[in-house]
C-alpha cells in the first residue's frame, strides 16, 4: 500500500465588503472678534475647527477667521476578488505482488471502483 497527497489549485472568486469614507471640507467665513479661542467641536456629523488670527489694530484681538465644517460620509461596496485555494486529496495505491502500482480509486470513467 502506498498513500500520497496530491495539492489541487482552484481558482474562485472571493466577496467582501469594503468600506470608502470621504472627507468633504466646506471653508465658512466668519470674521468676527473674540475674546478666547473657540474650542474644536461637532455639531451631528459635522466636525468645527476654528482657524484664527491676530490682527494687529491700535490693540491686539482675537478675530475668528473661518471654521472648518468637516462631514464624514461611509459607503460600503461589494467587491469580487479572485483568490486562488489549495485542496489537498490523498491517493490511496495498491501494489500487487511483481511491485507494479495499481491505483485503488474508482474508474473516473464510470465512476465504478477498480476490480480486485
Not at 28 to 56: H, K, N, Q, S, Y
Not at 77 to 90: D, F, I, M, S
Request: charged letters at 40%; aromatic letters at 0%; a negative charge.
Amino acid at each position: 500500500m502506498r498513500v500520497r497527497t496530491v495539492t489541487d489549485t482552484v481558482e474562485e472568486l472571493a466577496h467582501a465588503s469594503v468600506q470608502r469614507e470621504d472627507i468633504e471640507v466646506t471653508r465658512v467665513p466668519i470674521d468676527r472678534v473674540v475674546e478666547t479661542a473657540p474650542e474644536i467641536r461637532t455639531e451631528g456629523d459635522v466636525t468645527i475647527v476654528p482657524v484664527l488670527e491676530e490682527v494687529l489694530v491700535v490693540e491686539k484681538r482675537l478675530v475668528l477667521k473661518e471654521e472648518l465644517h468637516i462631514r464624514r460620509r461611509v459607503e460600503t461596496e461589494t467587491v469580487e476578488v479572485p483568490v486562488t485555494l489549495r485542496k489537498q486529496r490523498a491517493v490511496v495505491e495498491r501494489e500487487p505482488p511483481d511491485g507494479a502500482a495499481v491505483d485503488d480509486k474508482a474508474d473516473p470513467e464510470t465512476d465504478n471502483p477498480p476490480p480486485r
